[in-house]
């Protein structure tokens, strides 16, 4: 088992600036962790999106690690439309939360945060997404939905339905699995299928040994170091091509 480490990055890094921001969206204020390079100018920008759990300590830590390597990154709590992450005070009422929001309502907000992260001073207008877990699917879903994307990657998250949806991504797709997560690794050879058939970009990995949940260096029952080093430097190189000015 691998042994859980709480960040990777630290909040206090002093090379960045990090903080809680108000995005203003169709419903109400979306809350997001920004974290940029501090004299960082004409940058790509990321969005993280957030596990079932919400906008926890650990998907802030990637905030920063995407920070950390040239990038503006901004988390959003897809829960600010049900008072935000903070207010469930366990992991099974975070869950079950998380199930009440609605597609629509996901993609509106990330579309607000899309807005905000072309508007800033420092940025290039550049625009990926990346989500793991119940955010995985959602990065995949939005790229069907979003014409201003420049990348998108999804960590073990679920394929868009209808798949022919994928018909609509403006971007390449760049995938990262685990062999042994049998609920939503069986959808990649659909997934490449679909994405060949409309003649989209997808560069797919599995990673054998590696379960649901594998670059979450958090949970020592998920986490598995070699295939979340590899995933990362992919996803890196993957947005150092295609957000870069």
């Known amino acids: 088992m691998a042994e ?13 600036t990090s903080t809680m ?20 100018r ?8 957030h596990e079932n759990k919400g906008l926890v300590d650990h998907i802030k830590d990637v905030a920063r690690r995407f920070a950390k ?18 207010q469930y005070k366990t992991e099974d009422d975070q869950v079950a939360a998380i199930g009440k929001l609605t597609k629509d309502g996901v993609v509106d907000d990330l579309s607000s945060c899309v807005d905000y992260l072309k508007k800033i001073n420092f940025g290039n207008g550049r625009v990926g997404v990346v989500g793991f877990c119940w955010g995985g699917g959602q990065s995949l879903n939005f790229a069907t939905k979003c014409k201003d994307l420049n990348a998108a990657i999804v960590y073990y998250g679920r394929n868009p339905d209808p798949l022919d949806a994928v018909q609509n991504i403006p971007c ?8 042994e997560d049998k609920n ?62």
Do not use: C
Request: no cysteine; aromatic share 8%; proline share 9%.
């Open 184 to 245: 939503i690794t069986p959808g990649v050879t659909p997934l490449q299928e679909a994405m060949k058939k409309f003649g989209k970009s997808l560069d797919s990995k599995i990673y054998p040994g590696a379960p649901h949940a594998f670059n979450n260096n958090t949970n020592a029952g998920r986490y598995h170091p070699e295939a979340a080093k590899d995933a990362w430097s992919r996803s890196v190189n993957f947005y150092k091509k295609n957000l870069a000015a």
């Open 4 to 16: 859980a480490i709480p960040n990777i990055v630290p909040a206090d890094d002093p090379s960045l």
């Open 42 to 49: 004409n940058l790509g920008a990321v969005i993280v999106i």
């Open 21 to 40: 921001v108000d995005i203003t969206g169709g419903a109400g204020v979306v809350k997001g962790f920004l974290s940029h390079p501090k004299d960082g």
């Open 172 to 179: 390449p797709v760049l995938g990262n699995y685990g062999a």
């Open 69 to 86: 390597e040239g990038f503006v990154a901004l988390a959003p709590d897809l829960l600010s439309r049900l008072g935000g992450t903070p």
